[in-house]
Nanobody
Framework: QVQLVESGGGLVQPGGSLRLSCAAS????????IGWFRQAPGKEREGVSCISSSDGSTYYADSVKGRFTISRDNAKNTVYLQMNSLKPEDTAVYYC?????????????????WGQGTQVTVSS
C-alpha cells in the first residue's frame, strides 16, 4: 500500500524552528520528485519547496527562500523540510506529495500521492 506520512508539526514561537518529515511506505522515494505544500484556512494550497529525483535539484517559494531547506535521505525513504526563522504567516497544514515523473514542480496537480498533512502553528 502506497503511503506518505508527515510528522514533526506543532506549535512554535515566531523565530523558532521545526523539522518536518515525510516518510514513504509501499514505494521507493528515490524515483519520485517530492514536494512540500501548505494550506492555510481560507487559502489555496501552495507550493513551498520541491526536490527532483534525478539530481536532487531543489526549489523554493520566494516566501520561504533562505529560511526553509528540503532534503532527502533515500536510505531512510524520507524527505525532510527544515524550517527556520518561522513567522506567523507560515501557519498552515503542511503536506508532502510524490510525483512519479521525477520532475520537481510547485504545481499540486502534478503530484500522484499525498500525505494526510501535519499542522504547523507559529504563534506567541
Amino acid at each position: 500500500q502506497v503511503q506518505l506520512v508527515e510528522s514533526g508539526g506543532g506549535l512554535v514561537q515566531p523565530g523558532g524552528s521545526l523539522r518536518l518529515s515525510c516518510a514513504a511506505s509501499g514505494f521507493t522515494l528515490d524515483y519520485y520528485a517530492i514536494g512540500w505544500f501548505r494550506q492555510a484556512p481560507g487559502k489555496e494550497r501552495e507550493g513551498v519547496s520541491c526536490i527532483s529525483s534525478s539530481d536532487g535539484s531543489t526549489y523554493y517559494a520566494d516566501s520561504v527562500k533562505g529560511r526553509f531547506t528540503i532534503s532527502r535521505d533515500n536510505a531512510k525513504n524520507t524527505v525532510y523540510l527544515q524550517m527556520n526563522s518561522l513567522k506567523p504567516e507560515d501557519t498552515a497544514v503542511y503536506y508532502c506529495a510524490a510525483d512519479f515523473d521525477g520532475i520537481a514542480t510547485m504545481f499540486p496537480y502534478e503530484y500522484d500521492y499525498w500525505g494526510q498533512g501535519t499542522q504547523v502553528t507559529v504563534s506567541s
